[in-house]
């Protein structure tokens, strides 16, 4: 249930989610949700608004059918124009896999439930960290 009404320059980290479960464990993490606030020209994304610990954060999510690199470069792009202080991003996915090697003599370089993986594009190739 949403308790406050915010302003937009309240909101510093923005978190971009693609599948409904992802929008769904967001709203889990929220200590408290915020009042939606007016749409804006020109951006029609869906928004929640919410607060975790210190941080005001904004969550988009495409509407229905919308999928894509295209699709969510656009969602991101309205995030930043509707709210203009954010100044942290997170998109965070359930997507991706990476099973276990067979010929793996050290098993703590698999990658374990719980790892964060964060991708650095270069060519085909990402990096992961360990927990």
Sequence with gaps: MATKKLSREAYTVGWATVLSTELNASRLLLDEEHELLPPKENDNNSYLLGRMGVHNVVITFPGSGTYGTNAAAQMVTNMLRTFRNIRFGLLVGVGGGAPKSPNLDDPSKDIRLGDVVVS????????????
């Design 120 to 131: 650095d594009p270069k060519g085909n190739h990402g990096k992961y960290f360990s927990s």
